[in-house]
């Protein structure tokens, strides 16, 4: 079974801080994506890669970056975090480009941001 | 951008009954598939559905899409307590070259014992 870990369950942050979320994916999957999770907007796409050194915006893209250095690992960066960052935040991955390809979910990071 | 919307928004269901999930979206799509998310958990595909098909079956997961209406629903046949879970339903957007998915809002199950 593909296994997709995310650092941290929980994390408390403080305004102003970077913070570094990070994925690492065992099953040599090449696209992988960065979610957030909030009540009433189910799931939203920050950003992907299909490839390392790739990246590609989402729909939210707005206060946050991507490193995929690795192809097993992709990290999530919020460069100042802010109050409206707090969130919970799903990483995801799937085999290659190929189309119907099922995402295999993290457990989450739920960021809170004080 | 949302595309799929998931109807109802929470469905609560007492143990064996079945319980059904419709997903509405808007554009043309490749495929559609359904995922899981237990409280506080990720998600979990269970089925994937292509746009030439019209039914699949996966256990007691049975899946319907109608292209022409351009929705999908989802029934799970005599559930159980541990099928409580929120339920989505995600379309396939091709973005370039490669394939994004967009999820609904999902449906909140709870089945009663």
């Known amino acids: 079974d593909v296994k997709v870990t995310q650092s941290s369950r929980y994390l408390v942050k403080r305004t102003g801080e970077k913070v570094f979320l990070e994925c690492v994916q065992d099953?040599?999957?090449?696209?992988m994506f960065w979610y957030r999770q909030d009540p009433g907007l189910g799931l939203r796409l920050i950003y992907f890669s299909y490839d390392v050194k790739m990246k590609e915006k989402g729909d939210i893209p707005e206060g946050y970056s991507v490193s995929r250095e690795k192809k097993e690992r992709f990290s999530l960066i919020l460069e100042s975090a802010s109050t409206n960052q707090t969130s919970m935040y799903l990483c995801?991955?799937?085999?290659?480009?190929?189309?119907?390809?099922?995402?295999?979910f993290g457990d989450g990071t739920r960021l809170s941001i004080l | 951008s949302q595309q799929g919307e998931e109807d109802p928004q929470a469905l609560s269901i007492q143990e064996g009954e079945n319980a059904t999930m419709n997903c509405s979206y808007k554009?043309?799509?490749?495929?559609l598939q359904w995922y899981r998310q237990n409280s506080g958990r990720g998600l979990v595909h269970l089925i994937l559905?292509?746009?030439?098909?019209r039914e699949k079956h996966s256990g007691r997961l049975r899946v319907t899409l109608d292209t022409s209406k351009k929705s999908s629903s989802l029934l799970i046949t005599a559930s159980r307590a541990a099928d409580t879970a929120s339920y989505f339903c995600a379309t396939d957007v091709p973005e370039g070259g490669s394939e994004k998915l967009v999820f609904g809002k999902g449906t909140k199950l709870t089945v009663n014992p």
């Open positions: 995801a991955s799937s085999l290659d480009r190929g189309v119907g390809q099922p995402q295999h």
């Open positions: 559905i292509r746009s030439n098909e």
């Open positions: 099953m040599d999957h090449e696209n």
């Open positions: 554009t043309s799509i490749n495929n």
